[in-house]
């Protein structure tokens, strides 16, 4: 069976059937995004906008070094959920955790985004191209529960409605953060695009 046969019947099934399609890594050719760290001040507006509470589970899309989680752990407190194709990264991201002896709330996994359950998060990060958020946008609505909060650094989530914008200066360059929220059920269309 084809895998694009799998994505789609993965569709029709109830949310409880559907469980991430789990690839070996090495085979995985879908890189959504090039490694782009977010400046500090832009790391700290994103934690700000995201309104975290102690105790939430903060989950970050590529994460890289890991600095979006270690702030939200150190910060508010949050349990955080890192997932990153790198190998490299993985280990960098997880040495650091463990030197800041954060292990008990922030791990790290080496896995892809797209073969991630979302359904305990209650915030995400993401840094990847549009066409990317594209890509990854149908995993967020299946998994995430009302409340959600997905924060986009740079680009948007094509076809749903910002909650808030913000345009901020930092190394000598314009970044945007996308602030959406998951409503109560897509079927309320608050994450349609306006027209």
Not at 11 to 39: C, F, I, M, N, W
Not at 136 to 145: A, D, F, G, M, T
Not at 154 to 160: L, N
Request: proline fraction near 4%; charged fraction near 25%; glycine fraction near 4%.
């Amino acid at each position: 069976m084809k895998l694009t046969t799998v994505i789609l019947l993965l569709g029709v099934l109830p949310a409880a059937a559907q469980k991430p399609l789990v690839r070996d890594l090495r085979e995985h050719s879908q890189v959504l995004a090039p490694y782009v760290t977010s400046p500090q001040p832009i790391v700290d507006r994103m934690l700000e906008l995201a309104e975290i509470k102690a105790g939430e589970t903060v989950y970050d899309l590529g994460c890289g070094d890991g600095r979006i989680l270690i702030a939200a752990a150190q910060k508010y407190k949050a349990r955080g959920v890192g997932v990153e194709l790198s190998e490299k990264l993985v280990h960098m991201a997880s040495d650091l955790v463990r030197r800041l002896n954060l292990q008990d709330q922030v791990a790290i996994r080496h896995a892809h985004i797209l073969d991630v359950d979302l359904s305990d998060a209650d915030v995400v990060f993401i840094y990847l191209e549009t066409s990317s958020n594209e890509i990854l946008r149908p995993n967020l609505e299946r998994y995430l529960k009302a409340g959600s909060r997905v924060i986009s650094h740079d680009f948007e989530v094509r076809g749903w409605k910002a909650t808030k914008v913000e345009k901020l200066q930092a190394y000598k360059r314009n970044h945007l953060i996308f602030l959406y929220q998951m409503p109560a059920s897509l079927s309320k269309k608050s994450l349609e695009p306006l027209r």
